[in-house]
């Protein structure tokens, strides 16, 4: 008796989320769900050989524990870029190319990544959530 109300519930449940999955054409955007046109793994190994964990501590990147800058634990999560712009994919990978050409005077250099290069760390910063 309880199994077939299990089973009821599961199939209500499923259909909600195909129903969900149907509505917003397949993709459930939420806002951790986030399209840089990156790669995660390429970004992280990215982020070591530029070593941008000279200047921040950045979660599970091996000995990424600068204190320069902030600490990028939850980036995914953060609204600002900066404190200057919306955290958005493409206002990342322009931050991490050139922050310069966001906030004038940052501490933070450009260290000569290419557009694709970003693309893959700004995929890595998002796992961070
Ligand atoms: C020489 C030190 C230095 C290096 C190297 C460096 N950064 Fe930064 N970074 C900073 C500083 C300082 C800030 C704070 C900028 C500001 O708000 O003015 C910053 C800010 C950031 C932010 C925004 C953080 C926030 O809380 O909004 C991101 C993202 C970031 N850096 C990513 C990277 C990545 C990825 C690399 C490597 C490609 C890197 N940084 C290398 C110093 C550095």
Partial sequence: MSRIFASAITAAVLGGLIALTACTGGKITSPYTIETGGNAARGAQLINQFRCGACHL??????ARGMVG???IYFGRRTFIGGEVPNTPDNLVHWIRSP????????MPALGLTDQQARDVAA??????
Avoid: K, N
């Avoid at 950045?58 to 000995?63: A, E, K, L, R, T």
């Avoid at 310069?100 to 501490?107: D, L, M, R, V, Y």
């Fill in 58 to 63: 950045i979660p599970g990147i091996h000995d």
């Fill in 70 to 72: 902030p600490p990028l």
């Fill in 100 to 107: 310069q050409s966001i906030e004038p005077g940052t501490a």
């Fill in 124 to 129: 890595y910063l998002y796992t961070l959530r």
